[in-house]
Structures are given as structure tokens and as C-alpha cells.
């Protein structure tokens, strides 16, 4: 079995890498369309800003591949974000898989949220076994409203999606690789779905 | 609801862990990457490394260290210390580091700080202020306190917010090493002004001072350095206390 972290300058992803191999796997990090196409899993990380994310991924064609992709795919962060139709973030278009819009937290909160924060979730996939009210690690300014493809919850500002499924598409709004015991349960379950 | 976080710091010189006192007469108080598991296991909520002899001297074993912190891991951590470009900050970012504090440089060269927010953006670019009570303003200082500026402190950190800084780590040199407590009085301006988060430093010598640091100074996160290192505060015993004040935090049974 392959793993694949689709590699577009998105900031740590070392992080990722490491903590996949606490759990023995070793992931190939490329842009390499055939790679990732031909592979049993895709982990699609993110950080940094929108834009400059999905302008690096129509460079290397990436955002026609992955709506495609029929193996099981988990986007992180920005990552999550992307699988959306759309980002208040410089009103850019995501890559269309879950509909509904991105959208910025309110000035009533501080903003980015940084931080731990609760989550409640469906307990099934992802979230198999894993403790309900657990702390995930947060750090982000924009954020999925609750969507019937919602599969955990969080709290800021009102109550907002931080994980969603699609068919074979994942996305969880926190980091797992930084979310100690519970993150690592998160990626051990996304490695054997 | 979004928990306060606990930030134990490493001070680092030459890869290993020292700890100044009004940042001068340092004491060695151990390896980096231990001491960073410890505090994992002891429920940390994240972790500041800061080179302390970066902007003094070369340190090419920074990177290095970032590499072997980011393995031992899973909790996220910041690295600061002389960064003074955008490729300074990918070199850290790319070896694991979840976030670049950045501090002198971004004083010297403001842009600094819209570059690394757009290249990463702000939710990694932690801007380090150390400011000092002159005869009733705060002065922003550079240089891990040595040198001080003409900029007064509110104007500093409004500017950093709009520059793109994601957090402020603001450090009172005329708290730190006194383990009297926090500047609460002016943390709590701090985040009035700003819709950032702020991280609370330089003070810390109770549990006390952590609890007035949330609720007086209305601070996000609070950074200590010696009460950790010397043992005198002990995580778990912290975050009891918290709790018990009503202050929201990550309680963990975890050993990982």
C-alpha cells in the first residue's frame, strides 16, 4: 500500500511525514500527477492562503486529478477548504467536490482561531474510536459551515464543520499530525479505510 | 470552546536549553528535545523554541534541531531567532516548524512581515515583542531586550496585526525573571486593541500569575520558561488549577 502527500509548497508538512511514519508508513511527497492517480492513498495537506494554493495546483494540473480520484482522500486544513466549492479568501474557487462556501470568522472572535478546541463527531470512518469531546489542534481564520456532508463539529462563533466526507473524500479542518494521541487515531483510521 | 493554551519555552544556544534571567547570566538547563517530549507528555499545549544567540552569531544547528523536535513531536511548536528573510523562515518551516517567531528584524524591516504572511501565511507568523515601562510608555527593544527603540508598544503591535502577523507574543522585560506575575494591565490593552491572539510572557512564578494572566489580562495563551524547567510549576498541577478557576483548557490523561 502507498501513501501520497501531494506536494504544493504547502507549508509543514514534515510534520505530516513524521507522523505517519510513528505509525510505519513511509509517504512519497510529489506533484507527480501518474503518482498520485496510481496510488492507494492521498493525503492533500494544507496551509498558508487559498489563492497561491490552487494557483499551484492548476500549474501542475492537480486541480483537474483530484476531483477524479476514487481512492480514499484526506484533505487537511486548507486541504479541507480546497475540497469546497468556493473561499471568502480572495473569493477563489475550491476544487468543487462538497458544495458549499468557505467562509471567515466574525471579528466578534479573535481571528485566526489558534488553538485547542473540542470536537464532537459521527464516530464512524475517521472518527472510529476516538474520543467524543476531544481536543484538536486549530489554526485557521476561514471555516466550513455545517453541511449534511459534516462528520465533527467544533465551536467558535456558532458551531461549524471540522470534518466533512464525500463519498471517497475526507477533510478535517484541525492537524492531526499536531493533535497528539487523538490525531494520530485519526490518521491510523484514515490509513486503513 | 477554544481552550487557553500552556506554552512552555525553550531558550536555545548552541542546541541546547538555557534560560536568562532579565536575559542576561544564563543557566544550562538542559537538551532541547527531552525537555520537549517532557512537556508533551505533561500536557503542554505547544512549545517555543527561541535561538537566543541567532541574531549574534551564525546557527546553522537550528535547522537541525527543528528536524529533531518536529520527529519527536505531535504537538505543534514555533521556532524564533534571527529570522530575517523569507527563505530563513521556509528552511524552519520545511524542517517541521509550525510557526516563525519573528522579533528584531521585523522591527528593523516591517515588510518583513507582509512577506512571510503572504508566502505562508499569517496564521504562521508569530511576531515576538519585547517592550520595557519608560517613565510610563512602552518602548518596543530590540535584540532580545538590548537595544531600545523609539516605538512605543500599541503602535507596534496594531501595526504588526495589519502587516499580517496571525499572533503576538509579547514579552515584558520588566516582568521576566521576577516571578511577580505578568503585565496584566497592559495585556489586556494589548488585546483590546488588536483581534489577534496574544501569548502573555515574562513574569510567571505561580500558579496564581497564570490565572490572572487569562482573566486580567484577558491573554490567549501564556509562555514560561524556568517554572517549567526547574520544576517549580508542574504542567498537570497547573491545568488543575486552571479548571478549578473556570478558566477553559486541554485537560489530557494522555502519554503521548
Known amino acids: ?193 | 470552546m477554544l481552550t487557553k493554551r500552556i506554552i512552555p519555552c525553550l531558550d536555545i544556544k548552541d542546541g541546547r536549553t538555557v534560560k536568562g534571567v532579565n536575559f542576561v547570566n544564563l543557566r544550562d538547563a538542559g537538551d532541547p528535545v527531552e525537555l520537549a517530549k517532557r512537556y508533551t507528555m505533561e500536557g503542554a499545549d505547544e512549545l517555543v523554541f527561541l535561538d537566543i544567540s541567532a541574531t549574534e552569531q551564525k546557527r546553522k544547528t537550528l535547522s537541525d534541531l527543528v528536524l529533531r523536535v518536529a520527529g519527536a513531536l505531535n504537538i505543534p511548536f514555533t521556532v524564533g531567532g534571527g529570522v530575517s528573510s523569507v527563505s530563513d523562515a521556509k528552511k524552519l518551516l520545511r524542517n517541521g516548524a509550525d510557526k516563525i517567531a519573528v522579533n528584531s528584524a521585523a522591527v528593523r524591516t516591517p515588510d518583513l512581515i507582509n512577506k512571510l504572511s503572504k508566502s505562508f501565511g499569517n496564521q504562521c507568523v508569530v511576531v515576538a515583542v519585547d517592550a520595557k515601562n519608560i517613565n510610563g510608555r512602552w518602548m518596543v527593544h530590540l535584540v532580545g531586550g538590548k537595544v531600545p527603540t523609539h516605538i512605543e508598544l500599541k503602535d507596534w503591535v496594531i501595526e504588526v496585526e495589519q502587516r499580517g502577523a496571525g499572533e503576538i507574543l509579547f514579552t515584558s522585560m520588566d516582568h521576566d525573571g521576577t516571578k511577580n506575575g505578568f503585565a496584566n494591565q497592559t495585556l489586556a490593552e494589548l488585546s483590546f486593541l488588536v483581534n489577534i491572539p496574544i501569548i502573555a510572557s515574562g513574569g510567571a512564578g505561580t500558579t496564581d500569575h497564570f490565572v490572572d494572566a487569562f482573566k486580567i489580562g484577558k491573554a490567549d495563551a501564556v509562555l514560561a520558561a524556568s517554572v517549567f524547567h526547574y520544576g517549580e510549576i508542574k504542567i498537570p498541577d497547573l491545568k488543575k488549577k486552571l479548571k478549578q478557576e473556570n478558566i477553559e483548557i486541554r485537560i489530557t490523561n494522555e502519554n503521548s
Request: glycine share 10%.
Open chain 1, 1 to 193: 500500500m502507498n501513501t501520497i502527500i501531494i506536494d504544493y509548497d504547502a507549508g509543514n508538512v514534515k510534520s505530516l511525514q513524521f507522523a505517519l511514519e510513528r505509525l510505519g508508513v513511509n509517504a512519497i511527497l510529489t506533484n507527480n500527477s501518474e503518482l498520485i492517480a496510481a496510488s492507494d492513498r492521498v493525503i492533500f495537506p494544507g496551509q498558508g492562503e487559498a489563492i497561491s494554493a490552487m494557483k499551484k495546483l492548476k500549474k501542475h494540473g492537480l486541480d483537474q486529478l483530484i476531483p477524479k480520484l476514487k481512492q480514499p482522500v484526506l484533505g487537511i486544513c486548507l486541504g479541507m477548504q480546497l475540497l469546497c466549492d468556493k473561499t471568502e479568501e480572495g473569493e477563489t474557487n475550491g476544487l468543487g467536490i462538497v458544495p458549499t462556501k468557505v467562509i471567515r470568522f466574525p471579528n466578534t472572535v479573535k481571528v485566526p482561531q489558534m488553538g485547542w478546541n473540542v470536537v464532537t463527531h459521527s464516530n464512524t470512518g475517521l472518527f472510529q474510536g476516538i474520543e467524543q469531546g476531544c481536543y484538536m489542534y486549530l489554526v485557521h481564520s476561514y471555516f466550513v459551515p455545517i453541511e449534511p456532508e459534516t462528520s465533527a463539529k467544533s465551536n467558535y462563533a456558532g458551531e461549524y464543520s471540522v470534518g466533512i466526507k464525500k463519498n471517497n473524500f475526507y477533510g478535517v479542518q484541525f492537524h492531526p499530525e499536531k493533535s497528539s494521541k487523538a490525531g494520530s487515531q485519526l490518521l491510523e483510521n484514515f490509513l486503513k479505510i
